[in-house]
């Protein structure tokens, strides 16, 4: 008998008390007797995304760059595209010797240009891949040899907050 | 920085960006793998190369006669007949040339076919005269031309019949 009129004394005190202390060091919310309290509840996507090129190319072949697991910010998206040639003008040649032979890049019937985009991955999709074709010279070389060049891939994230 | 490029360490050479590369852990692929896991944070754009090929074989056509007929009976008694060596679509090494020699195991004698009859002659380009295995035509690139030679007894014959040999043709790409 003596145990419960202690313990209801005691409930009508902590009921009377406002919680008041330490409002700015505790990380929790601070609960009154009539009081409501959210709780936030956040989970964090980084941002990321794997990009394949292949690393040789004849010409005649066709070359595949696949973007996957692209996950980016609503606004932003994944462009790829050729930012230079192994030629000081940039120019898509291959060179034996001092021999030089001009070949193009095509994606479908377009003819690619240097620093156009030839992938372009945003919005609610993850993954793309474009296909560029590597042509032949249409005037044969005349002198025999492998002829070599480099180009460039590019990879950025476009409307970068 | 956090972009893995798990591709020939010749790729991390063209890179702008830091990149760690990972080069002596992973397997040699045949292409290059970018992965970015700080997305949009990075403000360096990732690059790679691709090296991009054509071979170009060495071609030729070279066209020889398949028989010289000494029909044509000279001044001086001799017979003589001529042919050409011809080549189109020459496409070879830079400094190289398409060489055409000739030879003949009787050493340039004609044998009179029912008999034991001969007949030497020679073969000549103007006024070079030809030894056997010597190179009668030789042709640089892109070049379509074409060498004459002339066949010409060296005697007027002493007897009448057919007279034949066979001379061969060997064709080569070199110096």
Do not use: W
Not at chain 1, 5 to 33: C, D, G, I, K, W
Not at chain 1, 82 to 93: C, G, H, R
Not at chain 2, 32 to 39: A, D, H, L, M
Not at chain 2, 58 to 73: A, G, H, N, Q
């Amino acid at each position: 008998m003596k145990k419960s009129v202690f313990a209801a004394a005691l409930a009508v005190v902590m009921a009377s008390a406002s919680v008041t202390a330490f409002a700015t060091e505790n990380p929790n919310h601070q609960l009154t007797r009539t009081g409501t309290a959210d709780t936030a509840v956040t989970y964090d996507v980084d941002p990321g995304y794997t990009v394949t090129i292949p690393k040789s190319i004849t010409l005649g072949e066709t070359l595949e760059v696949k973007a996957e697991n692209v996950t980016l910010y609503s606004y932003e998206s994944l462009v790829v595209s050729i930012s230079a040639t192994s030629e000081e003008d940039n120019s898509f040649k291959l060179r034996n010797g001092l021999r030089s032979l001009t070949y193009t890049i095509t994606k479908g019937e377009d003819v690619v240009d240097l620093n156009s985009a030839l992938l372009t991955v945003g919005g609610n999709a993850s993954s793309g891949t474009a296909e560029l074709k590597f042509n032949e010279p249409e005037t044969a070389p005349t002198v025999a040899g492998t002829y070599t060049g480099t180009v460039t891939f590019n990879v950025r994230i476009n409307g970068m907050a | 920085m956090k972009k893995i490029i798990s591709a020939a360490a010749a790729i991390a050479l063209a890179c702008g960006a830091s990149i760690t590369a990972f080069a002596t852990d992973a397997p040699v692929l045949d292409k290059t793998v970018i992965k970015n896991v700080q997305g949009s944070t990075d403000p360096d754009p990732a690059q790679a190369n691709t090296t991009v090929q054509f071979s170009c074989d060495p071609k030729y056509t070279v066209t020889i006669p398949k028989t010289i007929d000494l029909s044509t009976e000279n001044t001086d008694g001799t017979f003589s007949g001529t042919g050409s060596v011809e080549a189109e679509d020459v496409c070879i090494g830079a400094d190289q040339k398409v060489n055409v020699k000739i030879s003949s195991t009787s050493g340039f004698t004609l044998s009179e076919t029912g008999s034991s009859a001969t007949l030497a002659y020679e073969v000549k380009n103007g006024t070079t005269v030809f030894a056997n295995n010597d190179t009668v035509a030789s042709f640089t690139n892109c070049e379509s031309d074409s060498t004459e030679l002339t066949f010409v007894t060296k005697t007027a014959p002493q007897y009448s019949g057919s007279y034949t040999d066979t001379v061969v043709f060997v064709i080569s790409v070199g110096a």
